[in-house]
């Protein structure tokens, strides 16, 4: 693979550009990282699935910041946003929206739910019933969401950013595929470390959480989802993510492998991180370092490889160790 300059490939993002989405790539993560200390990386794939424009599932044990990251990468941008507490007794409509009768006008007027917003923020996502999860599936894949025969569009740029514990705590269901497979990555925050949990104690008792606000503009977020969809990909890049997924397929312990969703995905993913990395080109690394958080979640296991302990991680490790990147 040949590394080559913006200027070879027409429509191609120019330097000047590349500048003025890391710039306002730079703003966003230091204004979620005022709040979400020691975990620049769990922040920057955040950043790298709105500039994707691709939903992002937040899962881990009660406690480490799932739902903070999830607001305060909400709040960052100046957009309308809405949270949805996931509960058993939840129904569908409470999501999407519901038609009451209005007496004076003798007609029944739609009342938009909260999943019409830029950015959907679903707390705890799996402790809802599988019914009333089935009511993100139309929209985070089309934009759009259909009630008794009437489809409405929701806002673009739309995002949805879910958090779930571990399907193995109580009171949890488990995500059906099909709405896994519509979560462009799936990562976890994980434990701080001993000298970043004391500076959280520090802070929180001297001033509590620092409150923070919007720092780019939705018309900037519109823009950088943009250029980030015209970064350049070298066709050796396209097939290494193509054998990155086929590999998955044909894994031993692997039931269901990744589908050409999943591809699509990963490239997307890819460009994005370029942008991020002030690059409008992607490159192996960028495709390698994500293709655990967007190809894990979407695999299903063999019987045997559940009954041996074995995690869909490894099994993507396992496949990019195997797969030879494109070299230059």
Same mark, same amino acid.
């Given at each position: 693979m040949t590394s080559t300059s913006s200027d070879q490939h027409p429509g191609a993002v120019d330097a000047q550009a590349v500048q003025w989405f890391r710039d306002r790539a730079e703003a966003l993560q230091a204004n979620v990282e005022a709040v979400i200390t020691g975990k620049p990386e769990v922040v920057r794939l955040a950043l790298v699935a709105l500039f994707a424009e691709g939903h992002l599932l937040v899962e881990d044990v009660p406690g480490v910041g799932k739902t903070t990251l999830a607001r305060c990468l909400a709040t960052s941008i100046d957009a309308g946003w809405h949270r949805i507490q996931f509960t058993p007794d939840l129904l569908p409509s409470d999501i999407t929206g519901v038609s009451i009768w209005n007496q004076g006008s003798a007609v029944f007027e739609f009342r938009p739910g909260p999943v019409f917003a830029n950015v959907v923020v679903a707390d705890e996502i799996n402790r809802a019933s599988p019914k009333a999860q089935s009511?993100?599936?139309e929209v985070m894949e089309e934009r759009q969401v259909t009630t008794e025969g009437t489809t409405r569009p929701v806002p673009?740029?739309?995002?949805?950013?879910?958090?779930?514990?571990?399907?193995?705590? %109580?009171?949890?269901?488990?995500?059906p595929e099909a709405q896994l497979d519509r979560f462009l990555m799936r990562i976890g925050v994980g434990y701080p470390s001993a000298e970043e949990?004391?500076?959280?104690?520090?802070? #929180?008792?001297?001033?509590?959480?620092?409150?923070?606000?919007?720092?780019?503009?939705?018309? %900037?977020? #519109?823009?950088?989802?943009?250029l980030a969809a015209r970064a350049h990909v070298d066709p050796a890049i396209s097939r290494y993510v193509v054998d990155l997924a086929r590999g998955t397929r044909v894994a031993p312990d692997v039931r269901l492998g990744a589908s050409p969703r999943a591809s699509l995905a990963l490239l997307r993913a890819a460009q994005?991180?370029?942008?991020? %990395?002030?690059?409008?080109?992607?490159?192996?690394?960028?495709?390698?370092?994500?293709?655990?958080?967007?190809?894990?979640?979407?695999?299903?296991?063999?019987p045997e490889a559940?009954?041996?302990?074995?995690r869909p991680a490894e099994v993507v490790a396992a496949v990019a160790a195997s797969v030879r990147a494109p070299t230059r």
């Open positions: 009511a993100l599936l673009r740029p739309f995002l949805v950013l879910a958090t779930q514990n571990p399907i193995d705590l %109580d009171g949890t269901y488990r995500l949990e004391a500076g959280l104690l520090d802070q #929180r008792s001297a001033t509590g959480l620092p409150e923070i606000g919007a720092v780019v503009a939705l018309d %900037d977020v #519109r823009r950088m989802i943009e994005a991180h370029a942008l991020v %990395d002030g690059r409008s080109y992607v490159v192996p690394h960028d495709v390698k370092v994500l293709a655990e958080p967007v190809l894990a979640h979407r695999l299903i296991l063999a559940e009954v041996e302990g074995r």
